[in-house]
Structures are given as structure tokens and as C-alpha cells.
């Protein structure tokens, strides 16, 4: 196992005209399950190859623990780098291929026989995975037989069977259906609690990033816009891009300003005046007069009884979730979203909600940097 440091690391095409990954810095700790989110084309595959040793940045060092895999001197040429097979990875990709002519059973031991390993231990970690995948049952069959949750499963076997110090997987799940790809999600997290293998995992996908992660590190243009827990991420978002990439539905934004009312500082809107609540009058108050946006989550949107709350609107659209709603409801022309836990309401009713204490998110405008 290993931790993962990058270093000052740059990669870009064109002879430095086009940069693909500024100024990289990232620590990875051992044993950690970090994802590289961000909308496509934002640097995450690249991030993850150099890690892999499939790419030469052009600046930069990545180490494995205290081992130096990667790094490059100031003319951009490399001083070390070790070639992928010998760095113990694992990878699996989206286009996952199986040797098709062999069993799953073959499927898992041959990188091992062709490492040739004993063939007691080859039995031995061919068994424990199959265990831990629950393939027993399915080692005789060929990858023609197998769903593609089983086949997938199979791919993350004989990545993990030749027992790695660090895992890569891109956008793993991306080919399989949205019931398999939450089992699978869930099946993949609790191996690798189990195994505690050094992970890093690139998605797209917020979802998957906030369900599996202990840490993310969420990318946009080549820049870490911010990195953390999920939690910090969706509670603590440090700008507005991170607010809006993270949680669904997306976050309400309000354009505002700050003013002083007489009894307090008040965000004010075309469409609505809010009071600035105590809690963090003090990193407002140096914006009275200018404008900031508001972020407020849906789920912190709390309804209450009609005309009772701090924002009013009329519903214009509802989609049960089963368990709740979510509510688009339009307050003197701006639509906002809420997601509703319990209650009832339906197109044309009025809604009333109050904003969850402590729950608002404030950006300065000009830089979309947060304020509070
Ligand atoms: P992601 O995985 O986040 O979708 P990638 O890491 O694959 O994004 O790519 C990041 C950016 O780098 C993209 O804009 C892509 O077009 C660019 N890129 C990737 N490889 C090359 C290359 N060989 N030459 C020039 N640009 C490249
Ligand atoms: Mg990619």
C-alpha cells in the first residue's frame, strides 16, 4: 500500500500553448478512496495516467509513498520515471475487456500465472476474491455468459486479485445500467474498505463521488477548484462552481445585494429581501452595497406553513420522489427548487419555506469566491 504525492505537476500539449493540468498539488493518503471529479474534459483521465505512468507531465514528481515514480527536470525531460508494470498498479476502465475464451476462474488467475505465482497462492487469492465478488458461482463461466454487472465484477477481480499498492478506475461504471451501477458502487466501496488499497477513481458523476469518496478532489480547466470530504464539498462548497457542481437538484443561486435595513443587514433581490442572519453578519457586513449571490441547497429549504416563511412562491412543478417531493415553485419570477421530505402540494398551491439555520452559502459576486 502507498500514499500518492503529486508535486508542481503540469502537463501540457503544443509546446506549453494548451495546458491540460495547471500546477497540480495533491496529497494522497495511503489507503484512502480519492475521486477525480469534474465535467468532462476538465484533466481528470490525464491526472490519473500520469499516476499510472501511461503520460509524461511535463513538469513535475509524483511519488508512491517515499518512492519517486515520476520526475521531470527543468528542460521537461524525465529524471525518473518508472514504467506502468513496474509501479504495482491495478486499472480498470469503462471498456473493460475480458479475455472472452476464458473463465471467469482463468479470467482472474492468469496475470497471476503469468507472474508465475506459486499455484497454491494463486488458488488462495483467486478463491478470497470470488468470495469477495460472490463469483463462486460463476467461475466456470465463460464472459458471454455473465450480466454486466457480473462481467464488471470479474474486471474489478482480476485488476484486484494481483493485490496492487494502488488502484485506478475511470468512470468504471459508466456502461452499466442505474440499478447495477448502485450495487456495483456499493460492492466496490466496501472492498476497498476491506482491502484498504490506496484508490483513485475518475467520475463525472457527483452522485458517485459523494456516495464512495473519503476524499475529493474536484477539477475544472486543469485547476483543483477544491478538495476534501463530501462533506466538506457540500456544506463548506468554496466557490460557486463547487456549490453548483455538488448536490442535486442544483443549488438556487440569487443575485443580490447587500443593504442596511433598520434592523439588520438584508440580501436584496429583484424578486425577494432576505435578513442576513447573525451567524455571519460579520463577513456580510463588508459588502454592504455590493452584490453577492446567494447559494440555497433544495433539501435546505424547509416548508412551512403557508405565507409563514422567510420565501413565498407559487408551485409550477412537482416530481414525487417517493419519499418526498421536489418543487419548483416561482417567487415573483424567479424559479426556485426545493426538495420536500414529508408534506403535500401540488401545481397552483402557494409554498412557503424557511431556510435551514446556518445553511446559507454567500459568494462574492465578482469573484464567485465564498464569503462566509
Ligand atoms: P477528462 O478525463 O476530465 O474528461 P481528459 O483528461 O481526458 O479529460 O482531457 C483533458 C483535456 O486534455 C481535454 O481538453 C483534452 O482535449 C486534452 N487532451 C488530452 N490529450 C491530449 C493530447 N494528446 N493533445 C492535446 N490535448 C489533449
Ligand atoms: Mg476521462
Known amino acids: 500500500m502507498a500514499s500518492i504525492s ?19 498539488n495533491l496529497e494522497i493518503k495511503d489507503g484512502e478512496f480519492c475521486v477525480f471529479l469534474g465535467p468532462s474534459g476538465c484533466g481528470k483521465s490525464t491526472a490519473m495516467y500520469s499516476v499510472a ?41 469503462q ?17 497471476l500465472e503469468t507472474k508465475k505465482a506459486p499455484k ?48 485506478l478506475l475511470d468512470e468504471p461504471l459508466g456502461n452499466l445500467d442505474a440499478k447495477l451501477r448502485d450495487q456495483v458502487r456499493y460492492e466496490l466501496k466496501k472492498i476497498q474498505t476491506q482491502l484498504g488499497i490506496t484508490t483513485v477513481y475518475v467520475t463525472h458523476d457527483q452522485t458517485e463521488a459523494m456516495t464512495m469518496a473519503d476524499h475529493i478532489v474536484l477539477l475544472n480547466g486543469g485547476n483543483i477548484m477544491q478538495e476534501g470530504t463530501p462533506d466538506d464539498l457540500y456544506n463548506r462548497p468554496n466557490c460557486m462552481f463547487v456549490a453548483s457542481f455538488v448536490g442535486t437538484p442544483q443549488i438556487n443561486m440569487i443575485n443580490c445585494k447587500v443593504e442596511k435595513g433598520p434592523n439588520g443587514l438584508l440580501f436584496v433581490s429583484p424578486e425577494m429581501i432576505l435578513d ?77 419555506v424557511n431556510i435551514e439555520p446556518g445553511k446559507m452559502h454567500v459568494f462574492d459576486a465578482q469573484t464567485e469566491k465564498r464569503i462566509n
Open 276 to 352: 442576513v442572519p447573525s451567524d455571519i453578519e460579520e463577513s456580510v457586513n463588508n459588502y454592504v452595497g455590493r452584490e453577492v449571490v446567494l447559494g440555497l441547497r433544495p433539501s435546505e429549504l424547509l416548508m412551512v406553513p403557508d405565507g409563514k416563511g422567510q420565501i413565498n412562491g407559487d408551485v409550477e412543478s412537482v416530481e414525487p420522489l417517493g419519499d418526498g417531493f421536489i418543487v419548483y415553485f416561482n417567487v415573483n419570477g424567479k424559479m426556485i427548487v426545493s426538495k420536500i421530505a414529508g408534506g403535500n402540494t401540488k401545481i397552483g398551491n402557494k409554498l412557503s
Open 95 to 111: 471498456e473493460y475487456a475480458l479475455y472472452p475464451n476464458m473463465t471467469v476462474r482463468k479470467n482472474l488467475s492468469f496475470a
Open 53 to 93: 505512468g501511461l503520460l509524461h507531465p511535463t513538469q513535475g514528481e509524483i511519488y508512491f509513498g517515499d518512492t519517486l515514480m515520476t520526475a521531470v527536470n527543468e528542460k521537461g525531460k524525465d529524471k525518473v520515471f518508472i514504467p506502468p508494470q513496474e509501479r504495482n498498479i491495478a486499472m480498470v476502465f
Open 120 to 167: 497454491a497462492e494463486i488458488e488462495k487469492r483467486v478463491t478470497a476474491m470470488s468470495k469477495m465478488l460472490g463469483l463462486d458461482e460463476l467461475l466456470d463461466r465463460k464472459p458471454a455468459q455473465l450480466s454486466g454487472g457480473q462481467r464488471q465484477r470479474v474486471a474489478l477481480g482480476r485488476a484486484l486479485v494481483r493485490d496492487p499498492q494502488v488502484f
Open 6 to 24: 503529486i508535486k508542481n505537476m503540469n502537463i501540457s500539449y503544443n509546446k506549453g500553448k494548451s495546458y491540460v493540468l495547471k500546477d497540480m
